[in-house]
């Protein structure tokens, strides 16, 4: 069974700093593709930043230079650092995996989101 548990968020001001983990079980992780989605009320879901094992990454443009997303093979883990946060980056956070294992979806797997309130 392929489990995503997300963690980290909370409400910080802005300019200041969060960091996302999204634990992965059941899959292959150093096999496996990994996504940081989010999701702002009355808005569609969007893509934040990709990692494709074992290294290769990829950025929104609203978010490149300010977050980094990376992975830790040996925790199955994958993180999403937030510096230099905005009141835009306001969202549901979703890690998402298009995996290597049994349960793996061909529509890929979703954790169940942490919530990221950035105001004053």
């Known amino acids: 069974q392929v489990q995503l548990v997300e963690s980290g968020g909370g409400s910080v001001q802005p300019g200041e700093s969060l960091r996302l983990s999204c634990a992965a079980s059941?899959?292959?992780?150093?096999?496996?593709?990994m996504y940081w989605y989010r999701q702002a009320p009355g808005k569609q879901r969007e893509v934040v930043a990709g990692?494709?094992?074992?290294?290769?990454?990829t950025y929104a443009d609203s978010v490149k230079g300010r977050f980094t997303i990376s992975g830790d093979n040996a925790k199955n883990t994958v993180y999403l650092e937030m510096n230099s946060l905005k009141p835009e980056d306001t969202a549901v956070y979703y890690c998402m995996t298009y995996c290597t294992g049994n349960g793996c979806s061909t529509s890929g797997n979703w954790g169940q989101g942490t919530q990221v309130t950035v105001a004053s």
């Open positions: 059941g899959i292959i992780f150093s096999m496996s593709t």
């Open positions: 990692l494709i094992n074992p290294g290769s990454t």
